[in-house]
Each structure stands twice: as C-alpha cells, then as structure tokens.
C-alpha cells in the first residue's frame, strides 16, 4: 500500500479519512477515488471486491474487446468475466465471431448481481422464467388500474426516476457500464425493490445500458464510455407488487453535432406523443406523431421493439407502436398505464441482433437514441409517472433554453 498524498480522499470501504492507496491502482495509473483506504485491515477485507478493477481496467485498455494475452484471458475467466452468449443463458472467454455493423464490441461481463432475501422478487428472479406474464389475459386486454395499484405505480415510478438520476450522475468518459449497472443495482436495493431486468428471460445484468449503435437492450459490460459517445440507460423497478419503467440518453463528453440533434430530436418525440395521450385516442396515433417529427429531421424509427402497459406485469397489452401506418388496436381510457419508448436512428430502421442475444443494432452501424417514460391515463389528459425531478441531473441543454 502507498502513501496518499494529500488526505482529501475516502477510504473506500468505511468512507472514513484516507492515507493509503492501492499500488496496483497506481500501477495501471487508475483515479485514486476508490483507490485509497484509511488502514491495511480496510484494504484487505476489499481486496475480493476491488482486485475486478484491476481487471476490469486491463481489459478495457484492449480497445477490441478481446484479451490482449492468454494470462488476461485466464484473469478474466476466474474472475467470472466473460462474453455473454444465448441470451444470458451461458458465457464464453472468447469474442464471438460475427458481421459487427458499427465500430462498437461487446467486453466481458461479470456475475450476475445478488439480491438480498428480504427484497420482494417478481417470478423470474431464481430461474429466470416468467410464469404468469406470459399466459395473463393482460396480454390481449388492457387493464384499468385501480386506485391501490396506481398509489402503488407512484411510489414506484419515483423509485426508478431518482435510480436513473443516480446512474445519470455517474456518466463521464472512463467509466465502465458495468459500474453503471452496479450503482443501478445498489440504489435500487437500498430503496427496497428488484431491479425487473435481472435474470428476466435470463438478462444478466440490473439494466441496460446501450451506446452509440445499439438500439436497445445494451448488457452493461467492462467497456469503458469513451468521450463522444451517447448511452442509453434503461432502468425498472420491481417494488410493492408493480413495475416502473424509464430511459434517458445521455451525452459522454463531448459530443458531435449530428449525435447532439438525433438525442433531442428523440426526446422531442416522445414529449410529442405524450402530449396527445388522453381518453378516446388511438393507441395507434402515438406512431404517427413520433413519426412524423423524426423523418422531417431526416431520421428513421426503429420498428423492432414498441412500448408496452405495465403494472403488475413487467410487459403487457397496450402494445404502443412507435412507427407510422401501425396496426395497433384500442383507445385509451382513464386508469391504463403504458409506456412509450422511441427509438430513433440516424440512419435505416433495420437492426440485428448481437450473438448475446440481447444486443440489437443498427443495420449500418449508425446511431440510434430512446426516451421512455411510464405514464397514467387520467380523466383529463396523462400522468408521466417518471416525470423528471427537480433534482434530476441537469444534462440536457435544450431544457435550459426553455
């Protein structure tokens, strides 16, 4: 262990005074936050946990995504990193082959996160298979909420917006979206609930996380953001029986013009299509109006995935087509709760799918962005249930020249 220089830090593990640091962090010249450690006893009892940063830092510094060396390789494998593979039902230490559309490679990931057994899990948590979901009338009829059940999507929609400002707070160039995911996973415990995507038809990680390319469903990973790229963050919430469902896309430094517009432009299309969410219309009409705003900025609608109700199933009817000339069925009606969800790309609507099985990407490798809210149809007009907060991170620039 190495004498800190100045005692301005935490140590990290008690948060008490720091005068140590890891000599490995310095080594591979790693920030000395979550480095420094106020006693040899603090250092030792988190050498299990804190050795992945070491890891995790040699394996970002590959740039491909593979181990640069066989030694790494074994690292990696102990370690519990590996490529995800068939969904998150297996793993693999090597890259996998495959026809990359973009500049972006998936890392290895680490072990799947552990939940407490005093948090409340919905039925997919232990094996990964959803039982009641998927055979629920509430496949085919939208479900009017009652009073009890729209308190409870309150509570929890607050839950998953202040875990998304928390994620939010953690975006800068350098860090990795498995550290992401992990503060996800702890704010989301802390606050008593279960993060839905976890191990939800076998998903390994707490949420997702989807940079540059990637359309949706990004598995958090030891990549390291790199200044310029943009990254979704989708975050649910499992708590009081009910799920909660949001995403922002966020900026990583700084980035290009043309990345700039397509995120705005995103978030101006689901603000449009929240805005004529009311009793009597079309669900279907929520496509024309996202799609209307993106083609005239010249970008396409990613037709693959739609929003979806949501209560006490994680995904439900309405299905919400983002896309124009849908086929959606139904009107909404004072009680639902669904979300909107559109994804937009810079270039084609076409994807594919990431041999994780998971992973989608634009066809041509070029960038695509999603805002989701969670909303409540009310007599009136709509409830955003994961509305921003006042305290919510300050990050995009075209709310301040409101």
Same mark, same amino acid.
């Given at each position: 262990?190495?004498?800190v220089a ?23 010249k790693?920030?000395?936050?979550g480095?420094?450690f ?13 050795k ?7 394996l970002s510094?590959?740039?491909t ?9 074994k690292?990696a ?6 490529y ?9 230490a090597?890259?996998p ?8 490679r998936?890392?290895?990931?680490s ?38 059940q729209?308190?409870?999507?309150r ?6 917006? /202040?875990? =998304?400002?928390? &994620?939010?707070?953690?975006?800068? @160039? $350098? *860090?990795?979206?498995? !550290? %992401?995911?992990? +503060? ?7 606050a ?35 200044d ?20 922002e896309?966020?900026?990583?430094g ?9 995120v705005?432009?995103?978030? /101006?299309? =689901?603000?449009? &299509?929240?805005?004529?969410?009311k @009793? $009597? *219309?079309?669900?279907? !009409? %929520?496509?024309? +109006? ?10 396409s609608?990613?037709?693959s995935?739609c ?11 309405p299905?919400?087509p ?25 270039g084609?609507w ?22 989701e809210?969670t909303? =409540?149809?009310?007599?009136t ?13 300050? +990050? ?6 409101q």
């Open positions: 262990m190495a004498d100045e005692n301005t830090l935490s140590c990290a593990r008690c948060g008490k005074p720091a005068h140590l640091q890891c000599p490995k962090c310095i080594e591979l790693l920030p000395r936050e480095a420094a106020c006693s040899q006893d603090c250092f030792k009892y988190s050498w299990s946990s804190h992945s940063v070491h890891l995790k830092a040699k510094s590959t740039g995504g593979a181990p640069s060396d066989k030694n790494l390789e690292d494998v102990s370690e519990g990193w590996q995800c593979m068939r969904s998150g039902q297996s793993r693999t090597k890259l082959h495959f026809d990359w559309t973009g500049t972006l998936p890392f290895p990931i072990r799947n996160r552990i939940v407490p057994a005093h948090i409340d899990k919905p039925d997919w948590a232990v094996d990964g298979i959803p039982k009641i979901e998927p055979n629920s009338e509430l496949q085919y009829v939208v479900e009017i909420k009652t009073p009890d729209i308190e409870r999507l509570e929890t929609c607050l839950i998953a917006r /202040e875990v =998304l400002d928390a &994620a939010a707070r953690m975006i800068r @160039p $350098g *860090v990795t979206t498995d !550290e %992401i995911d992990r +503060v996800v996973h702890e704010a989301t415990i802390a008593g609930g279960y993060p839905s995507p976890l191990n939800y038809n076998f998903f390994p990680k707490s949420c997702c996380t989807s940079v540059n390319e990637v359309i949706c469903h990004g598995i958090p990973d030891a990549r390291k953001l790199e310029g790229d943009i990254v979704n963050v989708d975050v649910s919430v499992y708590y009081k029986g009910v799920h909660a469902d949001l995403s896309t966020y900026f990583v700084n980035v290009d013009e043309e990345s700039r517009r397509l705005q432009c995103t978030y /101006e299309c =689901l603000e449009k &299509a929240i805005s004529i969410v @009793p $009597g *219309v079309r669900f279907r !009409e %929520i496509g024309e +109006v996202i799609n209307r705003h993106a083609t005239m900025s010249g970008l609608v990613a037709r995935y929003g979806h109700g949501i209560g006490e199933l994680f995904h439900c009817a299905n919400i983002h896309y124009a000339s849908n086929k959606a069925v139904g009107v909404m009606k004072a009680g639902q709760t669904f979300t909107i969800e559109p994804m937009i790309n810079t084609v076409r994807d594919r799918m990431w041999p994780d099985g998971w992973t989608d990407v634009t066809a041509d490798g070029k960038r695509s962005a999603q805002f809210h909303l =409540l149809v009310t007599e007009g709509v409830e955003v249930l994961t509305a921003r907060l006042p305290s919510s991170p300050n +990050v995009f620039p075209w709310l301040n020249q």
